[in-house]
């Protein structure tokens, strides 16, 4: 493992992408907390906004904007760790040199997996932070009180980025891959969603989407506040911490399962 580690540092070490990318990541996270500081009074059944930066507040509130930046920021260089190299035939190279493909392919597995520590670190150290100089009072206690954020962030954005090397396996091309990546999140599962509501009358099962799953591990805290409003709706917003959980291992275990069966068998 730890050969495959500088393996990697070394070929990425002094790339502009994914130092640019990194630091998208790290000046966008925290400057969310700016915008939550300008939105407008919320309902009075809603908490105020300066409660969104208060222990454990902070946890859901830098979590929902982590998990966009995440998804954004993180994904598209998971993408890039792959095609880059298919593109500009390292893969080959590398396979040529001795490294196997079990070997080549765990080395971006392990690369996704210290970045997503590296995210779940830096989004910990933040909510700590902000929390502190928010909160009247605070202990340890009262500043881990957040139903486990730091290992559903760290296990969010494993998901992400193991779908984004799912779909760089896949397909292959950069460009096609990250316009996939994006589209599926944002337009095509939604879009799916909205037809099986609309067509099979199947509200609550569209909850279990992959993206869907994980999204809910971090989702938007409003909406678990609306679930406590009494309505009409005979479904659930969002899938329980414990749901979203196990769905997202057995689709992270399927991402990485199906990419590296793919990657074993093509050519390269």
């Known amino acids: 493992m730890k050969r495959l580690i500088k393996i990697e540092w070394a070929k990425f070490k002094k790339n502009n992408v994914i130092i640019l990318l990194l630091t998208f990541f790290c000046l966008f996270l925290p400057a969310c907390l700016y915008f939550g500081s300008i939105i407008p009074e919320l309902p009075a059944f809603l908490p105020q906004k300066e409660s969104l930066f208060q222990f454990p507040s902070i946890w859901d509130y830098l979590g929902y904007a982590g998990n966009w930046m995440t998804f954004f920021f993180l994904g598209v260089l998971a993408i890039y760790l792959v095609t880059i190299e298919i593109n500009n035939k390292t893969l080959r190279q590398s396979i040529i040199n001795g490294l196997s493909r079990q070997e080549y392919y765990f080395s971006k597995v392990i690369s996704i997996t210290i970045i997503s520590l590296l995210a779940t670190f830096y989004f910990a150290l933040i909510s700590i932070i902000v929390g502190i100089f928010n909160s009247d009072s605070f202990s340890i206690s009262v500043i881990f009180d957040n139903d486990f954020a730091i290992l559903r962030f760290f296990l969010m954005s494993f998901a992400y980025l193991s779908f984004a090397l799912f779909l760089a396996f896949i397909i292959r091309k950069s460009g096609i891959a990250v316009f996939f990546y994006i589209s599926y999140v944002i337009i095509i599962e939604p879009l799916l969603r909205y037809i099986i509501i609309n067509n099979l009358s199947s509200e609550g099962y569209t909850n279990y989407f992959p993206l869907n799953a994980i999204e809910d591990l971090m989702p938007n805290p409003i909406y678990r ?20 959980a196990i769905l997202t291992f057995i689709y992270t275990a399927l991402f990485l399962g199906i990419s590296y069966w793919s990657f074993i068998k093509r050519d390269i």
């Open 225 to 244: 506040y609306a679930e406590a409003v009494p309505n009409n709706i005979d479904f659930e917003f969002l899938l329980t911490f414990k749901t979203s």
